[in-house]
Each structure stands twice: as C-alpha cells, then as structure tokens.
C-alpha cells in the first residue's frame, strides 16, 4: 500500500523503512494471477466441470492485465470480450466487490444451464470463487 491511506502521515517518504505496509505490484502479480488460474480450475475440477463448459467468469477487477492473464491461463486461449466482463472502465478497482459487480452487470444474458465462475481475491493472498449456474 506505497502511499496509501495505511501510511503514517508525518511527512516522510512513502519508501521509508517505517512504513507500515510495501507493496510490490509486479511480484503481487507473478504470484497473484498463477495462484488464482489454479484455484479456479483446481474448483472446476473438483465439480466434475471441465473449462470447455465455462461461459462466464467474473473476476476481481484489480486491472485488466490482471483478468486477462488469468482468463487466458484458465481457458487455456484468448477469451472473448463477454465471457470475462470488465467493469474497470466504469468504476475502477473496487476490491473484491468488482467481481460481484461485474456479476450483476453481466449475467442476465447467459441462458439456462450456463456455468460461471465468480473469483474474488485480495489481502494476505486469499482467493476465494464461486460456481454458479443458471437457472
């Protein structure tokens, strides 16, 4: 959280020592997007889905190249614009909400007996997802 609001304010640098938390994005992302690719497949596998069945996946809206290692990485190809909506555009990083809103957003397209995966994940590493199917 370099220069957040986690920071104590009394005017040193962001990158001093005494900081209570240091972020390193790119070492985030090499750890972050392989762990959440295999935690999704890893919980289509144990429901017997295979990925060729995904329609949808709605992922944490972090960043897009985030989504789009990670949509790549489970499907195993480029994913086409719908099957992984992005809502960053509009509002952001919103945290773990994105995925829900992501999820509202794009879901009342997909027709009965369509599967999504829902995936949220965020502080210490946790990774957390959801299947769902319509209805």
């Known amino acids: 959280n370099d220069a957040g609001f986690l920071d104590r304010h009394d005017g040193s640098s962001p990158t001093d020592a005494n900081k209570l938390f240091h972020q390193q ?4 992302f090499k750890e972050v997007c392989p762990m959440v690719a295999t935690q999704i497949t890893e919980h289509l596998a144990s429901a017997d889905i295979e990925v060729e069945n995904v329609d949808r996946l709605w992922l944490h809206q972090a960043n897009l190249t985030m989504n789009v290692f990670i949509s ?5 190809r480029e994913p086409r614009p719908e099957e992984v909506p992005i809502v ?11 995925s829900i809103i992501a999820f509202h957003q794009h879901q009342k397209d997909l027709q009965e007996g369509a599967i999504g995966v829902l995936c949220s994940f965020g502080a210490g590493y946790s990774v957390g997802s959801v299947i769902l199917r319509r209805v």
């Open 25 to 28: 994005g790119r070492k985030v």
């Open 72 to 76: 790549k990485r489970v499907l195993g």
């Open 88 to 98: 960053l555009d509009e509002y952001a990083n919103t945290s773990s909400a994105g």
